[in-house]
């Protein structure tokens, strides 16, 4: 058994990664870089984005603020894009982070990449060696740090991101266990914003914190380079004494966790534990016809801890509410046949999707395995009780994702040609000048 620290390994293991030899984790990052900034694309006109635009934007600098013509210094940057990547809830998730995993990483390494005039090659590498440190601890840490109320997408995502950064910048060893004790210390994100603006700030402040991490170590500023194994550090913090911290690297890179257990890039707007049951309202009334003046009552059943991102116990105010609560997306899938970005907005909830998902209870089948980072241990069965007593179900299992997140992109971007070729330009991009020709086309104005 090693006797080196574990903090240190892991930072071995950032360094001395090389995803380019996994042609297949290259090719879905690529996927997953068009998938995430459609959704920074799309969350630009957001309020609550303006506001931090307005707050944060008059500084001076040359990192790019994503759909729109402005440029800041790089911390606002990470924090803005960061934050309008996550404010629809249509960013990618991954089951070992139980979380959102690119935003997390991609607004404040792409404001380093860009700078250093690094190449998209290390760009892309750097990113996939960020979700799997990211990945990996969250995996190390165990269920009870999401269930007690932490959002690990931003717990963890402060280390992924100033691991990227670490990894693309070829940090020395030392200094890569301080920028990751650095960011561990920011650590930040309770669950009990979901549902408010705050939740997409999370991921904005996240990136701010970990590109705060590197740039201070990077600059000889010191840390505790010990962070995942101190007896007062990470896990003892945050893990509820459900940690394994054997998991950090047991298998790293093989495979990649950008492909196993994978991104699942989302296919509606709204969180992700509610994807089965639009999936199950949506077929239900393709298969069944039936209509809501039929409907007396629904039950939707999940696997323990298969709605705990989800609010409960009260009934959405706007669309923002409405992206965590199951009962509205499933009384919108039945209605209107389809999610858009449009029915989770800010605008106030529709009174007859309110109406029908006051008929929605839900609960737990407490025989079934609990949920964990298998994604296929996730579930829901839709019970419609109609009029005339007769019950209709409904089982659907796993989470639905696209492959192709085209569509995505182009009603994010409300087809706005400016930004029609970002999509080819990530899939061929390799060179430093392709990813400032990437930037580029990403710093116009959406709308």
Excluded at 373 to 392: A, C, E, K, M, Y
Aim: proline letters at 5%.
């Amino acid at each position: 058994m090693s006797t080196t620290p574990l903090t240190r390994l892991l930072a071995e293991a950032i360094l001395t990664s090389d995803p380019h030899q996994t042609p297949e984790a290259i090719a879905r990052a690529r996927t997953a870089l068009i998938d995430i900034f459609a959704c920074m694309l799309g969350g630009t006109a957001d309020k609550s984005t303006k506001i931090l635009i307005d707050t944060f934007a008059s500084a001076s600098g040359e990192a790019v603020i994503v759909g729109h013509d402005l440029r800041t210094d790089a911390f606002a940057a990470a924090l803005i894009n960061g934050h309008s990547g996550h404010v629809l809830d249509y960013d990618d998730v991954h089951a070992s982070v139980r979380g959102h995993p690119t935003i997390a990483i991609i607004p404040a390494l792409l404001t380093v990449a860009i700078e250093a005039k690094a190449s998209a090659d290390a760009f892309i590498a750097a990113y996939i060696v960020g979700l799997e440190c990211m990945a990996r601890l969250g995996l190390a840490l165990g269920s009870k740090h999401y269930e007690n109320g932490f959002h690990s997408t931003a717990t963890l995502g402060t280390i992924g991101a100033a691991a990227a950064i670490a990894h693309l910048l070829k940090f020395p060893t030392e200094t890569t266990t301080v920028a990751l004790g650095l960011a561990a210390t920011q650590s930040a994100g309770l669950r009990l914003q979901f549902g408010y603006d705050a939740k997409p700030l999370h991921t904005g402040l996240s990136n701010r914190a970990g590109l705060t991490a590197a740039r201070l170590a990077q600059a000889g500023f010191q840390g505790a380079p010990d962070f995942l194994e101190n007896p007062i550090g990470f896990f003892s913090a945050f893990s509820f004494g459900m940690e394994q911290p054997e998991r950090v690297l047991q298998d790293w890179g093989s495979p990649w966790q950008i492909l196993t257990p994978g991104l699942t890039l989302k296919a509606f707007p709204c969180c992700t534990a509610s994807h089965p049951v639009a999936v199950g309202a949506l077929d239900l009334r393709q298969e069944s016809g039936i209509t809501v003046e039929e409907i007396d009552a629904v039950h939707i059943t999940f696997p323990p801890g298969g709605d705990a991102a989800l609010i409960a116990g009260k009934a959405p105010v706007t669309g923002i509410d409405a992206r965590f609560s199951a009962e509205y997306v499933f009384a919108a899938a039945l209605i209107d046949g389809s999610l858009t970005i449009g029915h989770f907005d800010e605008r106030p909830t529709r009174a007859d999707l309110l109406a029908l998902s006051a008929k929605v209870t839900r609960g737990h089948d407490e025989k079934a395995r609990r949920l964990s980072p298998d994604p296929t241990t996730r579930f829901v069965v839709i019970d419609v009780r109609l009029s005339n007593g007769h019950v209709i179900s409904k089982r659907v299992e796993g989470l639905p994702s696209i492959s192709d997140p085209s569509e995505k992109f182009t009603d994010a971007t409300r087809g706005n040609l400016v930004f029609a070729e970002i999509p080819s330009v990530i899939r061929s991009m390799r060179t430093a000048d392709d990813l400032q020709t990437l930037s580029a086309r990403l710093n116009q104005k959406n709308g």
